[in-house]
């Protein structure tokens, strides 16, 4: 049973960049599609961007061309790079598998993200 701390979070100004981290421990994720949520005070949980394990990516369609999302299953560790933030992109964002979701596995801490001037 893999499991997940995001970090990165923090207080960026608009048109600033932050990239968060998911490191994995208990169990490999290379065979999993991994993905980044966000939750937003008063808002669903919403997801952000996916990628497969053969890499193939996708993304809300408000964060395309701002935000990229990467992995590396040698460090079994998932990233999202956030460039141009806007103060909508505030939220608390999370990270799992597609997989684990499906099944009903729990959800970790994750990282805050607040964009403001």
């Known amino acids: 049973q893999v499991q997940l701390v995001e970090s990165g979070g923090g207080l960026v100004q608009p048109g600033g960049s932050l990239r968060l981290s998911c490191a994995a421990s208990?169990?490999?994720?290379?065979?999993?599609?991994m993905a980044w949520y966000r939750q937003a005070p008063g808002n669903q949980r919403e997801r952000v961007a996916f990628?497969?394990?053969?890499?193939?990516?996708n993304y809300k369609d408000s964060v395309k061309g701002r935000f990229t999302i990467s992995r590396d299953d040698v460090e079994n560790t998932v990233y999202l790079q956030m460039n141009s933030l806007k103060p909508e992109d505030t939220a608390a964002y999370y990270c799992?598998?597609?997989?684990?979701?499906?099944?009903?596995?729990?959800w970790g801490r994750g990282t805050m993200v607040t964009v403001s001037s």
């Open positions: 799992n598998a597609l997989e684990s979701i499906v099944s009903g596995g729990g």
């Open positions: 208990g169990a490999s994720f290379s065979d999993y599609t």
């Open positions: 990628i497969s394990s053969d890499r193939r990516t």
